[in-house]
């Protein structure tokens, strides 16, 4: 592959500054991509010679894996690293832990931190690409990417859609990622949980607020439901778990009363019976394994684009064509 | 033979005796000895040109973490009062908030021992509210005081025990001292890293709302009004807050309180990019705050200008916003920010901004100086309301470079700073 400037810029930090265009090219460009998956042989040699580092500095299985699979599909050679066992407890600096990496010369990280503004700060301070997979309570771009994309192979567009993302919203990443790829490419926002996990200022990030699952229900073409982290309870934002399923919680009955059929994303794990009944996230509607699948389609495209691949090119990579 | 020297041909600036006229000062073995617009030859004395440059009683700033003892990477005593005479500060006072805290007279006499073995500007020592900072008995406060603090503070963790800070309020007046409070209900703000708004939302950071701030300086005071104590409410940075204050100086309740340099020019946008040296407690927070901290400060409701100076060692703010220590550094840029965005945007005049920065501080803690009177201490800021500069952290005194304030270019900079007489800085 030439090394042409990538169309995305040097990293991939979050949705909030890329443009439509941008946003609209990943999610092109992962179309093409799909397809390399439902292959005997997974596998195209776009990535072949980058190296490419796995920082995880929090637990994650879904979204390391997925990173993994795109990497691996594209002949990436990879390397996993994350907290327990390596130098990253032994009180090392993310900048030293960064440039020791740097200097075994890599030429991306993909990160997740706990910190919110980890990502930039990494990107900042290292000439090697930098993919954030979820800092804080900031970002988690590819989930975001991943969610429109289902969004849109399910609704066929996503301008004048009307989404609405339910549960904890202060603390999740995934809500700020989605809240800001979905208003740049035209979409209506909402968000719908209890006051105590909403940030102070939601209205300021272009959302309407529904205090009621009811109303977010009459109102939306899409739910994307949350994770309620058991320790929100511990922390006393919500009373009792039962008590949000019974309020927040999305059930098929509940959904009864909608006025057209939703589309039910969920980002994962899932919290079965808590803010996702059964028989709605294993219903018709729900689309969450199809988030997965495409998640590593979507993964593939960014990196395929920062790496310096262009939209018109990727029909060809993906036969195996170095351009 | 006497130690003389004059400052010739400056524009004296005292409002203590509302004096704004070019004047000549005579300073002798440490005292002001003459004020006098035809001074007459003193063929043994020194003699400085201050002719354009504006002179003043040395400015106060009593708020300044110097990090000795425990903090030593960050800045020392020396550095510390090194730096305030760069900026022109004649006195300091020194948050006891160190590892260990300045809790007894023990700790108090090694701030005032290692003050005067610098040797720049006069260092005060303040010590703490509470046996360890842990807001949970009285320190021994009469004992400090008769070592030389001259207030008392549990600065960085508030007493959040209202008993105890009524005790500290009548237990202070014994001594006549100020209870100088950080207010902030932690209840409401322990966990967050910068203002609670807009840009918190954001930024995925969890927030400090301004009412964890007005909460605590309500109930200061109210306490204050209970037992006749003062009550020095530090770096105010809320709308709320300030119009709390103002009321309750209105009704006479004894309480004296702080604006500092970054809250009277920065927002909370100063944080976009995670910037860690726009991390402070209390946070930047929105214009309308910045807007009444500025009201505040010129209808005298925040009677004094206060730095907060709070230095970081490079490594522990070249972190993730979340993992940074607050503080920023603000001795040498003081001056210089209120010359050129506070006093030259018309906010105050000259004089206010003296009154601010040396009379009043002086007077809320009964320190020496804040005046050029005859036969107070010969204590003098001289500084050029016109030269143009860019803050330059490299060229620091201080140990730390944590400013936000990097590249600014200023109109305002001290020339010279006489403590005791003696020139302890000059440019």
């Known amino acids: 592959m030439t090394n042409t400037v990538s169309p995305l810029g040097k990293d991939l930090i979050g949705l909030e500054k890329l443009t439509a265009d941008q946003i609209l090219q990943i999610l092109d460009t992962a179309e093409p991509f799909k397809e390399i998956s439902e292959r005997r042989i997974k596998k195209v040699p776009v990535l072949r010679g980058k190296t490419i580092v796995n920082l995880f500095f929090e637990a994650s299985t879904r979204t390391r894996v997925s990173f993994e699979f795109a990497e691996k599909r594209l002949s990436a050679d990879t390397v996993n690293i994350s907290t327990s066992g390596s130098s990253l407890v032994k009180g090392e600096t993310l900048v030293d832990t960064a440039r020791n990496l740097e200097a075994m010369r890599i030429d991306m990280v993909v990160m997740r931190h706990g910190a919110s503004g980890a990502a930039r700060f990494l990107a900042e301070r290292i000439p090697s690409t930098v993919i954030n997979a979820g800092d804080g309570w900031h970002e988690h771009p590819t989930q975001g990417l991943l969610d429109l994309l289902t969004i849109r192979d399910h609704m066929g ?101 909608a006025p057209r059929d939703l589309l039910i994303l969920h980002p994962g794990p899932m919290n079965r019976g808590v803010e996702i009944d059964s028989d709605v996230a294993d219903g018709s509607h729900s689309v969450i394994l199809n988030q997965v699948t495409n998640g590593v389609a979507v993964r593939m495209a960014v990196l395929y684009l920062l790496a310096g691949g262009q939209l018109e090119k990727a029909e060809a990579a993906k036969r195996g064509v170095e351009s | 033979m006497s130690d003389k020297l004059i400052l010739k041909g400056g524009r004296v600036i005292d409002p203590s005796q509302n004096i704004d006229d070019t004047r000549d000062v005579l300073l002798v073995d440490g005292r002001v000895a003459e004020l006098s617009s035809s001074l007459a030859t003193h063929e043994d004395a ?219 020019v920065l927002t909370e946008e100063a944080v976009e990019g995670y910037r860690t040296e726009a991390k402070m407690n209390p946070p930047l927070r929105t214009q309308e705050d910045v807007d009444a901290v500025r009201a505040g400060l010129a209808d005298g409701t925040l009677d004094t200008i206060a730095t907060d100076h709070a230095p970081h060692h490079y490594d522990e703010k070249e972190a993730a916003f979340a993992d940074a220590p607050n503080g920023i550094v603000g001795l040498e840029t003081a001056l210089g920010i209120i010359l050129t965005h506070v006093v030259k945007e018309g906010l105050i005049d000259l004089a206010t901004m003296v009154d601010r920065m040396s009379c009043q501080p002086a007077r809320a803690f009964n320190l020496p100086g804040g005046t050029l009177a005859e036969g107070s201490p010969a204590d003098v800021t001289v500084f050029d309301a016109e030269k143009s500069w860019t803050v330059d952290p490299s060229r620091f005194l201080s140990k730390s470079r944590n400013t936000p304030f990097t590249g600014w270019s200023l109109t305002g900079q001290p020339c010279l700073t006489i403590v005791d007489g003696r020139v302890v800085w000059s440019v």
């Open chain 2, 46 to 264: 020194q003699l400085v040109d201050c002719s354009g440059l504006v002179v003043t009683p040395g400015l106060i700033d009593v708020h300044v973490h110097l990090r000795e003892p425990g903090g030593e990477h960050k800045e020392t005593i020396a550095t510390g009062a090194a730096a305030a005479a760069a900026g022109g500060f004649t006195s300091i006072c020194a948050m006891p908030n160190t590892d260990p805290p300045i809790e007894d007279p023990a700790g108090v006499g090694f701030v005032v021992a290692e003050g005067k073995k610098a040797g720049k500007a006069r260092v005060y020592p303040i010590g703490c509210i509470s046996v360890g900072r842990e807001g949970k008995r009285l320190a021994l406060v009469g004992e400090m005081v008769e070592a030389g603090a001259v207030a008392i503070t549990d600065d960085g963790s508030p007493v959040m025990d209202s008993g105890l800070m009524r005790l500290a309020l009548e237990y202070a007046q014994s001594f006549g001292i100020p209870v100088a409070d950080h207010p902030e209900d932690l209840t409401l703000s322990a966990k967050g890293h910068m203002n609670d708004g807009v840009m918190s939302s954001r930024l995925g950071l969890a927030g400090k709302p301004n009412a964890s701030e007005d909460i605590h300086i309500v109930r200061d005071l109210m306490l204050a009004e209970l037992t006749g104590g003062h009550i020095h409410l530090q770096h105010c940075s809320t709308r709320l807050g300030v119009e709390m204050i103002r009321q309750a100086k209105a009704r006479g309740v004894r309480v004296t309180a702080e604006a500092s340099p970054h809250h009277l």
């Open chain 1, 157 to 257: 567009h996503l301008e004048g859609l009307k989404v609405c993302i339910v549960g904890d919203i202060l603390h999740s990443r995934v809500a700020r990622s989605n809240i800001y790829g979905l208003r740049t490419l035209g979409a209506e926002v909402a968000v719908c949980g209890p006051r105590t996990l909403l940030p102070s200022m939601v209205e300021e990030l272009g959302c309407q607020f529904f205090s009621r699952i009811e109303d977010a229900i009459q109102w939306a073409d899409v739910l994307n439901v949350l994770r309620l982290q058991l320790e929100r309870m511990q922390s006393g934002y919500v009373p009792s778990l039962r008590e949000y399923n019974r309020i927040w919680g999305v059930s098929s009955k509940k959904l009864e009363a």
